[in-house]
C-alpha cells in the first residue's frame, strides 16, 4: 500500500473542503472512507493509489428519516445491515430489503454503507490485477477483458473500452425505485435522479458516476412506496457470498385485470443498474401472464450483446424475468 495522508472530517462542509481538490496540491486524488470495504482492498492492491483519504465515518449522517409526504431518507451512512433491518424499509419497501440482504456477508454489511454501495467499484479481475491492461485503471492501456476471460461481463450498454458490470444488489432496487441522490460539493448540495448517477462505459470508463470533484454523497431518498407488490431475484454461481450474474427487481401493480404500473431493472448486466424500460412498456397496460412476461423478457435484453463466454447471460436474465414476475402475480392472485 502507497503512503497516504489521512485526515478525519468533523462536518460535511470540511470533509467537501478536504477532499476537493486545490491549485495548491497539483491535483493530487482525494477519497472518502466510511465503511472502507472496498476502497481498503483497492489501496492494499495499490488500484486505487489516493494521496489524502478523508474519513467520513464520524459525520452525522446514518440516520434513516421520514419524508414529508410519505417517502424515506437514507443516510448516506446508514449500514446494509441497519436498512435491511429498518421496519419502514422491509413494510414499505421490501425490494429493497431483499436486494441489500442478497448482497455480500453479514459482515460485510455490518460495515457496509448507503453511499459506499453506490460508489463501489467494479469486480472485473483484471481491474485488480495491477499487470493487466485496464482502461479504467489506466486510462489509454487497453482492455484485457475484451478477449480475455469475460463470464461475468456485460451484455448491455458496453463499450469497446470497458465490458465491467457494476456489482451492486442494493442499487438495482434503487434504480427500480426511482430514488434521488443527494449530494454536496464545492458549489453546494444538489439531487441527482438515481438512474443518471452512474455512467456508461463509453470512452471514459474510469469516469463511472456524474460526482463533481470534491461532491460527496449525503442521502438517498425514496419517494413514497409505489402501489402493487416488488421482488428481487439473484443468479449467482453460489449460494453464499457471490456477485450477481444476472439481477433483478421488479414492482409490478395489477388493476382490473392490467398492469398499470411496471418498474424492473437488471444487475450483473451494464456497467450500471440498468433500468429496462422497454419491456415496463410492453408490461404497461398489458394483461399479466405468460405472453406478455415473455414479451417483456425480450424487449428488455433485446439490445444484448454477449461475449465469447457470456452468451447465457441473456437467456438467463429473460428466464430469471419472467420467473419473478410470474412469482408477483402468482402472490398477488392467491394473497
Ligand atoms: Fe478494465 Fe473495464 Fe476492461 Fe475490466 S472490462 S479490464 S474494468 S477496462
Not at 116 to 145: E, I, M, S, V
Not at 210 to 217: A, K, P, S, T
Request: proline share 7%; hydrophobic share 45%; charged share 20%.
Amino acid at each position: 500500500m502507497r503512503e497516504f495522508v489521512y485526515l478525519r472530517a468533523a462536518t460535511v462542509a470540511e470533509a467537501v473542503a478536504l477532499a476537493s481538490t486545490t491549485a495548491s496540491d497539483g491535483g493530487a486524488p482525494a477519497r472518502y472512507l466510511a465503511g472502507g470495504t472496498n476502497l481498503v482492498d483497492l489501496m492494499r492492491e495499490e488500484v486505487e493509489r489516493p494521496e489524502r483519504v478523508v474519513d467520513i465515518s464520524r459525520l452525522p449522517l446514518s440516520a434513516v428519516e421520514d419524508l414529508p409526504g410519505g417517502g424515506l431518507r437514507l443516510g448516506a451512512l446508514a449500514g446494509n445491515t441497519q436498512v435491511a433491518a429498518d421496519p419502514r424499509v422491509r413494510l414499505r419497501y421490501p425490494v429493497l430489503a431483499r436486494a441489500v440482504l442478497s448482497g455480500a456477508s453479514p459482515q460485510l454489511r455490518n460495515r457496509a454503507t448507503v453511499g459506499g454501495n453506490l460508489l463501489q467499484r467494479t469486480r472485473c479481475h483484471y481491474f485488480y490485477d495491477t499487470a493487466a491492461a485496464c482502461n479504467k485503471r489506466t486510462p489509454g492501456a487497453g482492455c484485457d477483458a475484451l478477449e480475455g476471460v469475460n463470464r461475468g461481463h456485460a451484455v448491455l450498454g458496453a463499450s469497446p473500452s470497458c465490458v465491467a458490470v457494476h456489482p451492486s444488489d442494493m442499487c438495482v432496487a434503487l434504480a427500480a425505485l426511482d430514488a434521488t441522490v443527494n449530494v454536496t460539493g464545492p458549489e453546494g448540495g444538489r439531487s441527482v435522479p438515481f438512474t443518471g448517477f452512474h455512467l456508461l462505459p463509453r470512452r471514459t470508463p474510469q469516469v463511472e458516476t456524474v460526482l463533481r470533484d470534491g461532491e460527496l454523497v449525503t442521502s438517498v431518498d425514496l419517494p413514497p412506496a409505489p402501489p402493487g407488490r416488488g421482488a428481487y431475484a439473484k443468479m449467482r454461481d453460489r449460494a453464499g457470498f457471490a456477485f450477481a450474474l444476472v439481477s433483478v427487481a421488479v414492482l409490478v401493480h395489477v388493476e382490473d385485470g392490467r398492469i398499470v404500473l411496471a418498474r424492473l431493472a437488471l444487475g450483473g448486466v451494464a456497467h450500471k443498474p440498468w433500468r429496462a424500460r422497454e419491456a415496463e412498456d410492453v408490461l404497461t397496460g398489458a394483461t399479466p401472464g405468460a405472453t406478455a412476461f415473455e414479451s417483456a423478457a425480450r424487449a428488455a435484453l433485446a439490445q444484448a450483446r454477449p461475449l465469447r463466454d457470456n452468451g447465457f447471460k441473456p437467456e438467463l436474465a429473460r428466464r430469471l424475468i419472467r420467473r419473478t414476475l410470474t412469482g408477483l402475480v402468482t402472490d398477488a392472485l392467491t394473497s
